[in-house]
């Protein structure tokens, strides 16, 4: 039984940033990918970012430059800071780590992340 819980969405104006926060009620043994999606009404569940052993990276196009994601695996944490925010980065935000073998993958409860023009 893990629990992944979020913090650090709100409401920004454009061009504002946030950090978003994901900390595991314990290590979970075996993720090598910890990750950030986000979903708006109408839309699917959208990659935004991941991070995995190594500390390789990926972003979605839409945020590249703006969005960075880090962990701290002594906190059972990772982040994504958030920068130059625009109207369409308003979304419900989640929080995931997954496992490759077996694939299992673990879900924070979102957080919603609003930006005003």
């Known amino acids: 039984q893990v629990q992944l819980v979020e913090s650090g969405g709100g409401l920004v104006q454009a061009g504002g940033s946030l950090r978003l926060s994901c900390t595991a009620s314990r290590n979970i043994f075996g993720i090598n990918t910890w990750g950030w999606y986000r979903q708006a009404p109408g839309n699917g569940r959208e990659l935004v970012a991941t991070i995995s052993t190594g500390d390789r990276t990926t972003y979605a196009d839409s945020v590249k430059g703006r969005f960075t994601i880090s962990r701290d695996s002594a906190k059972n944490t990772w982040y994504l800071q958030m920068n130059s925010l625009k109207p369409e980065d308003t979304a419900n935000y989640y929080c995931?780590?997954?496992?490759?073998?077996?694939?299992?993958?673990?879900w924070g409860q979102g957080t919603q992340v609003t930006v005003s023009s």
């Open positions: 995931s780590a997954q496992s490759s073998w077996p694939r299992s993958t673990y």
